[in-house]
């Protein structure tokens, strides 16, 4: 029987996307389609984790930022200790690709909360400032923001001296400036007065006080920590290579510490190497194998390779998948980026690097790795990527030419290979059935998500493939911007049609891969969740949340 004419303007079953279900409180998103507004608090987390750099789709960079700077000045008004305890707790955890999101939330804190909440954010300043980058990030932005205050010139000053002098001393030469800011310029704000000897002549160096006593001193100072800067001021004048070898052994001086001359020599990265951190070692894989340092079958190669499969090496320094990842897609290109040249003769001039094999399959695994370990749901599990126009623009965390789809692809292959029994499909306005495996290496995976056209959004797909081939299905895991729009039956509501018809207390996960305000969760329904694409527990909570146990 044909649908009454009244029943097909106005039905809570099945009503077109770019209307709102009736009795909800939806609204409008970017595309025009109807969804639900994520919680304010989900909201600063998405914030967190993937930043608005390089903006998305439907908006620039500037109004993400500001639409993301809106909500977290709501949630500091509402809970300002909330927020300082939110921002700590990821930054610490290692959970964001990157920690200037982090740093900003914490200088809106420090500028815009009330007493008891500037107080607890400039208290926290070490925590979320682990280095001097950082520390110079937060110094720009707080002074963007409010003026320099006792309070605030207290806390930069207690970061130095609450820091021991050696890892003090290790600080400002690997760390000398960044966006025109020094040491200099934030001791000369902060006035701090030194807890030491070592610490004074420490901060005597940094302004530049007795230089030119350091610069010819001849003997190394007895104290460690002085020692340091002494092998540093040493190695900028050192024309011997086996001298500044010695120098770098001796004092496990950083790749920031030399002049810029003696990285083109394979033996000083090999000096390097060893005491290398992590961030940096991933960092310069090209560099290693463009000097000739990372040859098949090497020690330097075979170092590197336990490095990166070393779970507990990852998550002592912080490493994020997205590190890992941007690492191996311009490691395997053979050439660098960074370079004018954009035909492939100009890029045949540059110097360039061959990968290594061996290397990329290590950085396949690190990229596993560096999430949290994920214990399996044994669910049967359908995973659905959003591969429409809106998903293939923008970029996370800021890394060049890494969208949402390739972002979609990456975290999907984390389950697959922790899922014994999964489907996989992609979506716009019609469903792509894949064929990709999770015995396929990362970057293999995103080339072929790369490769399937674009379309509208409909993210009741899924649900609706389901049910139409009668595929048991016990979590639905999306991977979206929510900004859906095109279909005539909204994703919540084809879940609940899935659920009536196949008799399955299906669930449903979204995965939010852009930091907007907009998810396809009812907020309502208890068998459906937001977490956030790339943040590290995001694994882990999926296959949690299939469970029953979240």
Excluded at 248 to 268: F, G, H, K, M
Excluded at 341 to 355: D, F, I, L, V, Y
Excluded at 413 to 440: C, D, G, W
């Amino acid at each position: 029987m044909a649908k009454n004419y009244l029943q097909k303007i106005f039905s809570t079953q099945s009503t077109p996307q770019n209307e709102p279900i009736p009795g909800t409180n939806q609204v409008k998103n970017s595309a025009g389609g109807y969804v639900w507004q994520i919680d304010p608090w989900d909201h600063l987390r998405r914030f967190l984790i993937l930043g608005s750099e390089g903006g998305s789709y439907y908006a620039k960079e500037r109004e993400l930022t500001l639409e993301n700077a809106t909500n977290v000045a709501r949630c500091i008004e509402s809970n300002g200790l909330r927020v300082v305890s939110e921002v700590v707790g990821i930054s610490q955890a290692g959970r964001a690709p990157k920690n200037d999101p982090a740093i900003f939330v914490l200088a809106m804190c420090a500028a815009f909360g009330d007493n008891a909440t500037r107080q607890v954010a400039l208290a926290a300043l070490p925590q979320v400032c682990r280095i001097g980058t950082h520390l110079f990030t937060f110094a720009e932005l707080v002074q963007g923001m409010r003026g320099w205050g006792r309070g605030l010139r207290r806390a930069i000053g207690q970061w130095y001296t609450a820091t021991d002098a050696g890892k003090l001393a290790y600080q400002v030469i690997k760390y000398r400036q960044r966006n025109g800011w020094t040491h200099t310029d934030t001791l000369r704000l902060a006035h701090p007065k030194p807890q030491n000897d070592d610490q004074k002549a420490i901060f005597n160096w940094i302004t530049k006080r007795d230089q030119a006593e350091w610069a010819h001193a001849d003997s190394k100072p007895e104290s460690a920590a002085l020692a340091t800067i002494w092998a540093f001021e040493r190695v900028q004048r050192e024309t011997d290579i086996d001298q500044v070898l010695k120098l770098i052994t001796d004092y496990d001086l950083p790749r920031e510490a030399l002049p810029t001359e003696w990285l083109n020599q394979v033996r000083v990265w090999d000096a390097l190497l060893p005491h290398m951190p992590m961030t940096a070692m991933i960092r310069n894989l090209a560099t290693m194998s463009r000097v000739g340092l990372l040859r098949p079958g090497s020690e330097a190669e075979q170092l590197v390779i336990e490095r990166l499969r070393d779970r507990e090496r990852l998550a002592q320094a912080r490493i994020h998948p997205i590190a890992v990842l941007s690492a191996m897609r311009v490691y395997k290109l053979g050439y660098s980026l960074r370079g004018q040249a954009t035909s492939h003769a100009e890029r045949e001039k540059q110097p360039g690097w061959k990968p290594s094999a061996r290397v990329l399959d290590a950085l396949d695994d690190a990229f596993e790795l560096a999430f949290k370990t994920v214990q399996p749901a044994n669910k049967r599990m359908l995973l659905a990527l959003d591969v429409s126009g809106s998903m293939g623009a923008g970029m996370i965390a800021g890394v060049p030419g890494l969208t949402p789809r390739d972002g979609s692809a990456a975290m999907a292959l984390v389950t697959m290979r922790t899922e014994p029994n999964y489907h996989i499909v992609a979506f716009q306005q019609e469903i792509m059935p894949l064929k990709i495996s999770a015995k396929q290496r990362l970057d293999n995976v995103i080339q072929d998500i790369r490769g399937l056209p674009f379309g509208g959004t409909d993210c009741a797909k899924p649900m609706l493939y389901a049910l139409e081939n009668r595929i048991p299905v016990d979590t639905f895991v999306i991977y979206t911007d929510s900004e859906t729009w095109y279909g005539n039956i909204h994703p919540f509501q084809a879940l609940k049609q899935y659920r009536q018809q196949m008799d399955i207390p299906a669930r449903l996960v979204v995965v939010g891969m852009i930091a907007n305000q907009f998810t396809i969760a009812n907020p309502n329904d208890k068998g459906m969740l937001d977490v956030v694409g790339f943040d590290t527990a995001a694994p882990d909570l999926i296959s949690a949340f299939a469970r029953d146990e979240v």
